[in-house]
């Protein structure tokens, strides 16, 4: 028997939850176009994603580790690779639909540029009088308008709910700005996995790569009361004995969040009585999240890290770097144009000068950046 795409929707009309979205049902693209025979349409999105030059630049793009520091550290491929597999998980679990959830997971970190969370603040403040930057907003800009694949559009051409969820993803970092996706409406069940996939995420993995760093010390997090569920879960006392312990507490703690958030969400959903996607959209509040008591351990352990992790002198020093490096490439690049590469230059007419340098950088990685920046900036380097 082969599975052609009117098997897969019918398979989709038969597990999904009547609030989980199908492909069947998609509003489509801005381009039409002829669709597969063995893929549904969030397939096809999802593998567009994947063959990207966006997506694979993520591999040397910082999450919270600059990559050469080690190989072991996340970078912002492996955070995003994290992401969907949870949002997988859950979404599997709550009867929403797993290619769109994976799609939106693959793409939510496609315009965050190098340096991780530093990088992007830094670009908002050089283009603040030319129209900002969010990674948000750039992830988006590159699905529709940067990524150059295909003869008849530019962009991937993605579907509406692709794209809804990309422009609804909002975390304690990220607010959306949907003006132009039904603005009303919250994200879609599978958008709100998204957002709480990528929370859960980067709070386990950066509090891993804390341990491994020798950053964090197990001595820091006594008495806090998460970490203390999670050793009492897996019959562990005192000092981590390996790395073969952490593994399996970090395992421990994503199981416990994973768990908590299913288990909290379908009770919303529960409660709510909504029937239909649109029901859930029209909801006032966001149905995909942690129970209270978990929230609140989970926020204890956010402002740890926040004090102990992200502000930690060695990672505060590499934003300082990167503060210097991301400046002085705008500034040369804005005084002296000429110096960009000829195809970059020849984007300036329709976007812009500062929206092209903001391009040019945004994309690249941090080893790109800072081999530019030896380039422009150390005369004993080759231009």
Not at 5 to 26: F, H, I, W
Not at 58 to 68: A, M, R
Not at 334 to 362: F, N
């Amino acid at each position: 028997m082969i599975y052609d795409r009117a098997r897969l929707e019918a398979l989709e009309d038969q597990s999904l939850a009547p609030y989980g979205l199908r492909s069947k049902n998609s509003r489509g693209r801005l381009h039409p176009e002829d669709e597969p025979d063995y893929r549904t349409l969030f397939q096809r999105d999802r593998d567009r994603i994947l063959h990207t030059t966006a997506f694979r630049r993520l591999e040397y793009k910082t999450q919270v580790f600059i990559n050469y520091e080690g190989d072991y550290y996340r970078t912002r491929l492996t955070h995003t690779l994290e992401v969907t597999q949870i949002g997988r998980t859950v979404a599997r679990a709550l009867g929403a639909n797993e290619d769109l959830t994976e799609s939106i997971c693959m793409a939510h970190d496609l315009g965050h540029p190098a340096f991780g969370h530093s990088g992007e603040t830094i670009l908002a403040r050089l283009m603040r009088d030319f129209g900002g930057f969010d990674h948000n907003k750039q992830s988006f800009r590159i699905v529709t308008q940067l990524e150059n694949r295909y003869p008849d559009f530019p962009g991937l051409n993605l579907t509406w709910e692709v794209l809804e969820g990309i422009v609804k993803h909002e975390t304690e970092y990220d607010i959306a700005d949907a003006s132009d996706f039904n603005p009303e409406l919250r994200g879609h069940l599978e958008a709100q996995i998204t957002n709480a996939a990528d929370e859960l995420a980067y709070t386990a993995h950066d509090l891993d790569d804390g341990l491994r760093s020798g950053m964090i010390q197990e001595s820091q997090l006594e008495g806090m009361p998460l970490w203390e569920v999670v050793l009492k879960s897996v019959g562990l006392h005192g000092p981590l004995a390996d790395d073969l312990s952490r593994h399996r507490l970090i395992r421990r703690l994503i199981s416990l969040e994973v768990n908590d958030l299913v288990q909290a969400t379908d009770l919303r959903i529960r409660d709510s009585g909504v029937r239909s996607v649109t029901d859930l959209q029209k909801l006032p509040y966001n149905v995909v999240g942690h129970s209270e008591e978990m929230h609140h351990r989970n926020r204890q352990l956010k402002d740890f890290l926040y004090a102990n992790l992200y502000r930690h002198y060695r990672v505060v020093r590499m934003a300082v770097k990167a503060e210097r490096i991301i400046t002085d490439l705008f500034n040369a690049y804005r005084s002296e144009p000429t110096i960009l590469p000829r195809h970059v230059q020849a984007t300036i007419e329709e976007r812009g000068l500062e929206r092209t340098i903001c391009d040019y950088i945004a994309g690249m990685t941090d080893r790109f950046a800072v081999e530019e920046f030896e380039k422009l900036f150390n005369p004993m380097s080759l231009p």
